[in-house]
């Protein structure tokens, strides 16, 4: 490959970059932190064509067929994103490919942007494929291509592992250009690609089969390299570990493992046998550990007595858990900041169309699970009106288990759920509630696009990810044609008469679904003008403080209005019991 430039990217750039050099033509994925910006750039590249799914399964599937068909193919969610797709995936690993598919898995330990911290290595050793794992933007480029090499070489799916660090932080990269590639089409193959029983007891022996073959490559792998040095005592590591260590103790023996499943066991041992001590630095679960100390039980290996299973790890903490110190390097000082900056708790922007709607919720004292997305915010002061956030679309569910659990609970629960999550895993727990039987009332919250990843489009919105026009999901119609027979729609910028609706659709005795829309105000075309207190008639009652707007503080005995971020929605004037909140805004009207 011609190397014409050298680049500075994110892992997740150079993700993209490494899919187009290696001639995909085809990427899927569903936006979630931190992976989201990977189909992003890719979808700026010509020759391919990139996608959002209506969630991970989904985008799987996709990539299932154009693999099938003879494509090269990209696929990439985040680390919970595997546990939707789980179901196709370890099937998957029965049929085998057509075109190289790699399944990017984008980790995030310390749940920086995440519900859990799972540790998605287990996947790979679930679903018997390949695990590479890159420690910087060049290996996330290089490993791209040569996972799809090794899917096309052993008919497998391989799995590419990166974390948040990984994901986000920026080096150089050397790009080369585009592999062309032809795609085949389809060939028929029952015997391969049907999964009956039969065939499946067929298919099965092959992936034992070839896991002992990828074992072997694993071996003699450049991926896999041992890096000598001057004690004893020997690492292991893979992934953002590696880099870790190398600035820690830059003079230990390493054994960087890039393709990290399944083992290399020869080489594990011959490393093993120039040292005296084998530790193993890796993030969250003891994958590694745990393997190699089934390997050889008389060479000590210590990993996890050292290092704790949750969390990040970083260069101080390994610097003092394998010398006792943390200044064996010198580090340069970081510059003194001048005074202690203020907390910053995560708070809905100001104009945000969802806080209206947990004022509401607050003060009708209901049950509300929710789900995963800006809505979450909810649950923190001073709106504290969401009670349950499990995994994306279980808020529905959990509203039809509360109420089978506890029949009391009918007429006091309300579901909340967005627009891009209801699309995503929403719909199934919506029809299961009707059929159920159950009472509960549903909200959906339909800002009109996919906002804490980044405003990235979904079915609801007819925009592909690279601009195509496609018709809308029609969400009423969609409601009523799973059963739901009282679907309304409502602005949540109107207090009043958003809460009246929800009073009375709380007191009906069927399930009922509302949609609050009104577009995340980050998209809004037409600003509003900011609002402003009038000193004279405020009574520093706080009513207006209780919405939590980040425009909105005290000064001395008043409220008062930053213009500089308010974007006057107006819901601060509806609580102002004085009439002491105005501004041309209010007298404007709605804008679209």
């Given amino acids: 490959?011609?190397?014409?430039?050298?680049?500075?990217?994110?892992?997740?750039?150079?993700?993209?970059?490494?899919?187009?050099?290696?001639?995909?033509?085809?990427?899927?994925?569903?936006?979630g932190t931190p992976s989201t910006e990977i189909l992003e750039q890719l979808s700026r590249y010509p020759g391919l064509r990139a996608d959002w799914a209506p969630n991970e399964k989904v985008a799987l599937e996709?990539?299932?067929?154009?693999?099938?068909?003879?494509?090269?193919?990209?696929?990439?969610?985040?680390?919970?994103?595997v546990n939707v797709a789980a179901d196709p995936l370890l099937t998957f690993s029965y049929t085998g490919v057509g075109g190289g598919l790699l399944l990017v898995s984008t980790d995030d330990p310390g749940m920086h942007s995440s519900q859990n911290e799972q540790d998605n290595r287990h996947y790979a050793r679930l679903a018997k494929i390949p695990l590479l794992e890159p420690s910087d933007s060049q290996e996330a480029k290089d490993f791209v291509i040569a996972g799809l090499e090794l899917s096309e070489r052993f008919d497998t799916p391989v799995l590419l592992r990166t974390t948040t660090?990984?994901?986000?932080?920026?080096?150089?990269?050397?790009?080369?250009?585009?592999?062309?590639?032809?795609?085949?089409?389809?060939?028929?193959d029952p015997a391969k690609y049907v999964m009956l029983p039969s065939f499946a007891r067929?298919?099965?022996?092959?992936?034992?089969?070839?896991?002992?073959?990828?074992?072997?490559?694993?071996?003699?792998?450049?991926?896999n390299r041992i890096e000598k040095g001057r004690t004893g005592r020997g690492i292991?590591?893979?992934?953002?570990?590696?880099?870790?260590?190398?600035?820690?103790?830059?003079?230990?023996?390493?054994?960087?493992?890039?393709?990290?499943?399944?083992?290399?066991?020869?080489?594990?041992?011959?490393?093993?046998?120039?040292?005296?001590?084998?530790?193993?630095?890796?993030?969250?679960?003891?994958?590694?550990?745990?393997?190699?100390?089934?390997?050889?039980?008389?060479?000590?290996v210590r990993g996890k007595q050292l290092f704790p299973r949750a969390g990040e790890l970083g260069v101080k903490m390994i610097r003092q858990k394998l010398c006792g110190s943390e200044d064996t390097v010198k580090e340069r000082p970081l510059p003194q900041l001048p005074q202690e900056l203020p907390s910053r708790p995560p708070l809905l922007c100001p104009g945000c169309p969802h806080r209206g709607v947990f004022y509401a919720l607050r003060r009708l004292k209901v049950n509300v699970p929710g789900d995963i997305g800006c809505y979450t915010l909810g649950a923190l002061p001073p709106l504290e009106a969401l009670d349950t956030c499990i995994c994306m679309g279980s808020g529905i569910g959990i509203a039809v288990g509360m109420e089978r659990a506890d029949p009391d609970s009918a007429g006091h629960t309300v579901a909340v759920i967005g627009d891009s999550t209801f699309f995503h895993s929403g719909i199934t727990p919506l029809i299961d509630l009707v059929y159920s039987g159950s009472r509960a009332t549903v909200l959906i919250l339909d800002n009109r696009t996919t906002a804490m990843t980044g405003?990235?489009?979904?079915?609801?919105?007819?925009?592909?990810?690279?601009?195509?026009?496609?018709?809308?999901?029609?969400?009423?119609a969609l409601c009523r044609a799973v059963g739901v027979q009282r679907v309304f729609t409502a602005d949540p910028l109107q207090l009043r008469e958003?809460?009246?609706?929800?009073?009375?659709?709380?007191?009906?005795?069927?399930?009922?679904?509302?949609?609050?829309?009104?577009?995340?105000?980050?998209?809004?075309?037409?600003?509003?003008?900011?609002?402003?207190?009038?000193?004279?008639?405020?009574?520093?009652?706080?009513?207006?403080?209780?919405?939590?707007?980040?425009?909105?503080?005290?000064?001395?005995?008043?409220?008062?209005?930053?213009?500089?971020?308010?974007?006057g929605c107006g819901l601060c004037a509806q609580l102002c019991r004085r009439k002491a909140i105005e501004g041309s805004s209010l007298k404007e009207g709605d804008p679209d």
């Avoid at 073959?213 to 792998?221: F, H, K, P, Q, V």
């Avoid at 390493?254 to 080489?267: A, I």
């Avoid at 011959?270 to 393997?291: H, K, M, N, R, Y």
């Avoid at 929800?502 to 609050?516: M, Q, Y």
Wanted: charged share 25%; proline share 8%; hydrophobic share 35%.
């Fill in 1 to 31: 490959m011609t190397l014409h430039s050298s680049k500075l990217m994110s892992g997740n750039e150079a993700i993209a970059r490494g899919a187009y050099e290696a001639g995909v033509t085809v990427g899927t994925a569903y936006p």
């Fill in 62 to 81: 996709v990539g299932i067929g154009a693999s099938l068909a003879g494509a090269r193919v990209l696929v990439a969610m985040k680390h919970v994103g």
């Fill in 165 to 188: 660090r990984i994901s986000h932080s920026r080096s150089l990269v050397q790009t080369g250009e585009r592999f062309a590639r032809e795609c085949r089409g389809f060939q028929k």
């Fill in 202 to 223: 067929q298919r099965r022996p092959l992936v034992e089969k070839r896991l002992e073959a990828l074992r072997r490559e694993a071996e003699s792998s450049p991926l």
């Fill in 236 to 300: 292991i590591c893979s992934g953002v570990a590696y880099q870790y260590v190398k600035e820690a103790l830059p003079e230990e023996p390493v054994l960087k493992l890039g393709f990290s499943y399944p083992l290399p066991e020869k080489l594990i041992l011959s490393f093993a046998a120039t040292v005296e001590e084998l530790i193993i630095v890796e993030e969250l679960d003891p994958f590694l550990e745990e393997q190699i100390r089934a390997l050889q039980p008389g060479v000590p």
């Fill in 455 to 476: 405003h990235q489009d979904h079915p609801g919105t007819g925009v592909t990810l690279q601009g195509e026009k496609r018709p809308p999901v029609d969400l009423e």
């Fill in 498 to 567: 958003l809460e009246t609706l929800i009073k009375t659709e709380l007191a009906a005795d069927e399930p009922s679904v509302i949609i609050a829309r009104r577009p995340c105000t980050l998209l809004e075309r037409t600003p509003r003008e900011p609002l402003q207190v009038d000193p004279q008639r405020c009574r520093d009652c706080s009513l207006c403080l209780e919405l939590g707007c980040p425009a909105l503080s005290r000064a001395g005995n008043r409220a008062v209005i930053d213009p500089t971020i308010c974007s």
